[in-house]
């Protein structure tokens, strides 16, 4: 099946830090990419849909200029964090899949505590 | 909007009892409807889906009809074992293929 993986799966820096999220499509080429956050208890929230090669299209609400995304190739999109503080905690999820059309294949999550 | 609810956690069920997630949810036009399935430390995974009314999706012993005059897709199984245990996410397709996630059920099973 297809694999999506997710690095680092747990991390914690300190305030005014960046920190940065790989996502990596490991038996598939991905066109399409997605960044989710999920607060506890709490449904999965979509913050934005990267295509290959393209900029990111942002949900409304989620600032392009804190959570940059990069997809510059079919198996690799990177999310950063930058100066990052403690609200930005949270598990980030990402999801890969051939098309945005097609099913979205999961990536195990990334911990994110922001002292 | 789109928006979809699912019963609230923990579920606590002994080995072989049966097993129902209630979900419901609310959109326009006609949406595919989803279970996905998230095992500790382990990323969500499809467990089944239905695309139009009174399908039926089944996977792994798990079914759900999606019932358009009730807007529910709920998650049934007759007998759960331990390595059920885990959280069930009901999810809707919208019409830009985006999807649209229930808050999630954390479902622990008994031996």
């Known amino acids: 099946g297809a694999v999506v993986s997710q690095h680092p799966s747990r991390v914690i820096c300190k305030s005014g830090t960046s920190v940065k999220i790989e996502c990596r499509s490991l038996?598939?080429?991905?066109?399409?990419m997605f960044w989710y956050r999920q607060f506890p208890k709490k449904s999965l929230m979509l913050m934005a849909t990267?295509?290959?090669?393209?900029?990111?299209?942002?949900e409304q609400g989620v600032e392009k200029d804190k959570f940059l995304i990069n997809h510059a190739s079919l198996t690799l999109s990177t999310l950063t964090v930058t100066s990052a503080h403690p609200e930005d905690s949270s598990f980030y999820i990402c999801?890969?899949?051939?098309?945005?059309?097609?099913?979205?294949?999961f990536g195990p999550g990334t911990r994110l505590t922001v002292l | 909007g789109n928006s979809v609810t699912q019963m609230e956690g923990p579920v606590t069920l002994s080995e072989e009892a049966f097993l129902t997630i209630n979900c419901t949810y609310t959109?326009?036009?006609?949406?595919?409807l989803f279970w996905y399935v998230q095992y500790p430390g382990e990323g969500l995974q499809l467990l089944l889906k239905a695309t139009k009314a009174d399908d039926k999706g089944s996977n792994k012993g798990f079914e759900a009809t999606y019932r358009k005059e009730t807007t529910s897709f709920h998650l049934e199984k007759g007998s759960v074992q331990v390595s059920d245990s885990a959280v069930y996410f009901c999810a809707l397709r919208d019409s830009n293929y985006q999807l649209i996630w229930g808050a999630g059920t954390k479902l622990i099973i008994k031996p």
């Open positions: 038996d598939f080429q991905a066109t399409t």
């Open positions: 999801s890969a899949s051939p098309g945005p059309k097609n099913e979205q294949f």
């Open positions: 990267s295509n290959e090669g393209s900029k990111a299209t942002y």
């Open positions: 959109a326009t036009g006609y949406p595919s």
